[in-house]
């Protein structure tokens, strides 16, 4: 008898927290605007697997520099507001490993702003987004740099590879398999990005760094509370590489 009361005041719980969590999205539209399609596949992913239908993801169109992720952003939130299905939130999703300083700069200049009734994010990493894949499987505030013919990018994706063998840009559902890889290698990625945030942080440095993180808690819980976390201190006045 003791077990099927508790078996219903826990279903009972969950229930009150899926409407909690329905109710607390009315009204809210969210923007995804992505530079390339691993970001693309990453983000869908992970919609679908929360089966979020208030977000829309957007690989950029225009190329894939910071300043047309930004363009597009502009043109996507000006749109809807014409239509009258205005976002209310919009994250700009890109990579610092090309044209760095420009890029951050862009970052700085978006981050917080509100446009067409929408609050601007930046989303970024560097080098890329693979690092924020790589701290599913480990820990490690070590720096990046060209090697040989590789890229600092394709020197990210290498490491990447070491932990995950079958990776590759276009990997299918690795929102699902990052989170599987993260829980078998006992590793809690949002407290590995916090951590790595905080040293570079105190050691002036981004290389590297992501705050993707902050945008993927906002996704997986839908608590306001995560964006407010989304402060000027990340974007810090004297990064250095």
Known sequence: MGSDNLFHKRRKEREI??????????GRRIL????????????????????LSNVEVSQCSLGTSHRNIVTETKQKLEEAKREGVGFTHAFCVFDLDVDTKNAIKTAKNIHLKKMYDAILYAVVSYPCIEFWFLLHFVYTSQSFSTCGNKTIGQSVKSHL?????????TIQHTYGMLKKHAEQMNQDVHENARRLLLEQQQCQTINPIT???????????????????FDHEFFYQHWSM
């Open 17 to 26: 927290n899926r409407k909690n969590k329905q109710n607390s999205r009315v």
């Open 32 to 51: 995804i605007v992505v530079e390339g399609e691993t970001e693309d596949i990453y983000f869908k992913s992970l919609i679908d697997c929360h089966k």
């Open 161 to 169: 590879k070491s932990h995950w063998v079958e990776y590759h840009e």
């Open 211 to 229: 705050n993707a993180h902050k945008l993927v808690a906002y996704l997986e819980t839908n608590l306001e509370e995560t964006l407010r976390s």
